[in-house]
């Protein structure tokens, strides 16, 4: 007789198949789990328009263009300083520069003090429009986004008038009767670079608050909306005034 030894399979139960059914599936094979990685799948990702770190690309850009901006303010307040520790002539005290008499009262760094307060106020509403646009209430964003830039326009009149003083009183970027001859230069230079910024602002937040009034960031066929736009322009909005602080600090209190 011939014997099988072949071992014969036993049948599974039904309750030994449900729980081989349940049992968890293996893991895929590194091979297969690195098919997108390396240089190659970093450039397919870019080349698919993907965003990156889960960031859109218009607020990433943004962040990119404030850094760069971050280096020359640096760079101006970091010359400023030296060029005033260096200096062989005696500053003029900003306390007497930049007073006015008004009724009579001689008030030291008044005009500045307004300036600042309408500077922080404008960021306050920026960020309330911002909290709008998410909450998709497009005329209350529209009308503080409109504020924040009436508010930049009140800053910049102001910042005209000072400089009108100013040269009224012989302050050039060459010259300075009231002491160091670098102060016209230094000043100039910083309040006028930060002053074209906070116009650029003015006239950016504008754009896009007649934008959300109309609807222009809206979904079709009843999809939400994309108001990071919005987001966007306060964060500059945001980073021009932090950069007023320290202006403010180091020129004007210093």
């Given at each position: 007789?011939?014997?099988d030894?072949?071992?014969?399979t036993?049948?599974?139960?039904?309750a030994?198949m449900?729980?081989?059914?349940?049992?968890?599936?293996?893991?895929?094979?590194?091979a297969?789990s690195?098919?997108?990685?390396?240089?190659t799948g970093?450039?397919a990702d870019?080349a698919?328009?993907?965003a990156?770190?889960?960031v859109?690309w218009?607020?990433?850009?943004?962040?990119?263009f404030?850094?760069?901006?971050t280096?020359i303010?640096?760079?101006?307040?970091?010359?400023?300083?030296?060029?005033?520790?260096s200096?062989?002539?005696q500053?003029?005290?900003p306390s007497?520069?930049?007073?006015l008499?008004?009724?009579?009262?001689?008030?030291?760094?008044i005009?500045?003090?307004?300036?600042?307060?309408?500077?922080?106020?404008s960021s306050?509403?920026?960020?309330?429009?911002?909290?709008?646009?998410?909450?998709?209430?497009?005329?209350?964003c529209a009308?503080?986004?409109?504020?924040t830039?009436?508010?930049?326009?009140?800053?910049?009149?102001?910042?005209?008038?000072?400089?009108?003083?100013l040269?009224a009183e012989?302050?050039r970027?060459?010259?300075?009767?009231?002491?160091s001859?670098?102060?016209?230069?230094?000043?100039?230079m910083?309040?006028?670079?930060?002053?074209?910024?906070?116009?650029a602002g003015?006239i950016y937040?504008?754009?896009?608050?007649?934008?959300?009034?109309a609807g222009?960031?809206?979904?079709?066929?009843?999809?939400?909306?994309?108001?990071?736009?919005?987001?966007?322009?306060?964060l500059?909005w945001?980073?021009?005034?932090?950069v007023?602080?320290?202006?403010?600090?180091?020129?004007?209190l210093?």
């Open positions: 007789m011939s014997i030894m072949q071992a014969q036993p049948a599974q139960t039904p030994e449900q729980a081989r059914a349940q049992e968890p599936a293996m893991p895929s094979s590194p297969s690195t098919a997108g990685a390396g240089w970093a450039a870019l698919g328009d993907r990156m770190f889960r859109p218009g607020k990433a850009m943004m962040w990119i404030l850094l760069s901006d280096f303010f640096g760079s101006f307040l970091t010359g400023y300083m030296s060029v005033r520790i200096a062989t002539t500053w003029p005290n007497e520069v930049f007073a008499t008004i009724a009579g009262t001689h008030l030291p760094l005009l500045i003090a307004i300036m600042t307060f309408v500077l922080i106020t306050g509403t920026m960020a309330m429009a911002v909290n709008f646009a998410y909450r998709h209430d497009r005329r209350r009308m503080l986004m409109m504020a830039a009436a508010f930049g326009a009140l800053f910049v009149s102001m910042q005209a008038f000072e400089w009108s003083k040269i012989g302050v970027p060459w010259g300075n009767p009231m002491g001859a670098q102060f016209g230069a230094c000043f100039f910083i309040t006028g670079f930060h002053g074209m910024h906070v116009t003015v937040l504008l754009v896009v608050a007649r934008r959300v009034r222009r960031y809206e979904g079709r066929g009843g999809a939400a909306g994309n108001y990071d736009i919005v987001e966007i322009a306060g500059y945001h980073f021009v005034d932090l007023w602080v320290f202006i403010f600090a180091l020129f004007y210093w």
